[in-house]
């Protein structure tokens, strides 16, 4: 579903914005995370973070300009593909308790089911698949590249980190995707920025920094409430931090 949602919103907005909805997922992840464990009480430091990381959000959309039109629905779909990450990060770190699965075994499991369900839904949603002939091989290689390193390569690593180090370390890699698609886009794709997209993504990052307790401590654990971890690694490494996997 993320996928997809982010092949649609691009055809509405720029990468550059994409890449700062990308770096919400660490808040759409503890929502959930919150949500799940509905015995624990959020922290006044973890309603701030969510309370920033809105309001960022809020300052990316430009709500004082109007929202509407297909900028707004691309934005919407953006925000269902973090949510989307947010379940998913919850969902991985479920079933590497529940059952003995490595991360490649998690990875390809999940990788071949999303293809199973995609080779049904597909055709029903965006009609029958273009000629092979059609396109230039540099639309195919760019596809497998995709393919090899941003989702399956990627996925194996973030899901061991998420194995080692928990769930909050595993959602920080979507630090890197608001500047790397900024810088990306405008240099690669000659995509221009408004004032308000940059600045919200900082916002949203300084959100997310205050929610995990970046600046009270260093450590991936977070508690929440009474004191129980709400992010508790499946497997830790030998430093006993998840350091060496969040590198």
Same mark, same amino acid.
């Given at each position: 579903m993320p996928f997809t949602l982010f092949g649609?919103?691009?055809?509405?907005? =720029?990468? !550059?914005?994409?890449?700062?909805?990308?770096? %919400?997922? #660490?808040?759409?992840?503890? +929502?959930? %995370?919150?949500? &799940?464990?509905? /015995?624990?009480? #959020? /922290?006044?430091?973890?309603?701030?973070?969510?309370?920033?990381?809105?309001? $960022? +959000?809020?300052? !990316?959309?430009g709500v004082w300009n109007g929202v509407g039109g297909s900028s707004l629905a $691309?934005?919407?779909?953006?925000?269902? &593909? +973090? %949510?989307?990450? $947010?379940? &998913?990060? @919850?969902?991985?770190?479920?079933?590497?308790?529940?059952?003995?699965?490595? #991360?490649?075994?998690l990875s390809v499991g999940q990788l071949t089911m999303s293809t199973l369900q995609l080779l049904i839904a597909a055709p029903l949603i965006a009609? &029958?698949? =273009?000629s092979p002939l059609s396109h230039s091989p540099r639309v195919y290689l760019a596809v497998v590249a995709l393919g090899v390193? $941003?989702?399956?390569?990627?996925?194996?690593?973030?899901?061991?980190? +998420?194995?080692?180090?928990g769930i909050t370390t595993g959602s920080m890699v979507t630090y890197l995707p608001p500047f790397v698609g900024a810088v990306a886009g405008v240099v690669v794709l000659h995509e221009h920025? %408004?004032? @308000?997209?940059p600045v919200g993504g900082l916002i949203v990052l300084l959100g997310v920094g205050i929610s995990q307790g970046l600046f009270v401590r260093l450590r991936p654990r977070q508690e929440v409430g009474g004191g129980q971890r709400v992010d508790d690694p499946v497997q830790r490494d030998p430093a006993g931090d998840g350091a060496r996997a969040a590198v």
């Amino acid at each position: 579903m993320p996928f997809t949602l982010f092949g649609y919103a691009e055809q509405r907005v =720029p990468s !550059v914005l994409a890449g700062i909805w990308n770096g %919400t997922a #660490p808040l759409t992840t503890l +929502v959930v %995370t919150l949500i &799940a464990m509905r /015995s624990e009480r #959020p /922290s006044r430091r973890q309603i701030a973070g969510l309370l920033a990381g809105f309001a $960022g +959000v809020l300052v !990316v959309l430009g709500v004082w300009n109007g929202v509407g039109g297909s900028s707004l629905a $691309g934005q919407l779909m953006l925000l269902g &593909a +973090v %949510t989307c990450y $947010g379940i &998913a990060f @919850n969902y991985t770190r479920w079933l590497m308790k529940r059952f003995e699965l490595s #991360p490649l075994q998690l990875s390809v499991g999940q990788l071949t089911m999303s293809t199973l369900q995609l080779l049904i839904a597909a055709p029903l949603i965006a009609g &029958a698949p =273009p000629s092979p002939l059609s396109h230039s091989p540099r639309v195919y290689l760019a596809v497998v590249a995709l393919g090899v390193f $941003g989702t399956g390569i990627a996925f194996a690593l973030n899901n061991h980190v +998420v194995r080692t180090a928990g769930i909050t370390t595993g959602s920080m890699v979507t630090y890197l995707p608001p500047f790397v698609g900024a810088v990306a886009g405008v240099v690669v794709l000659h995509e221009h920025l %408004t004032w @308000n997209q940059p600045v919200g993504g900082l916002i949203v990052l300084l959100g997310v920094g205050i929610s995990q307790g970046l600046f009270v401590r260093l450590r991936p654990r977070q508690e929440v409430g009474g004191g129980q971890r709400v992010d508790d690694p499946v497997q830790r490494d030998p430093a006993g931090d998840g350091a060496r996997a969040a590198v």
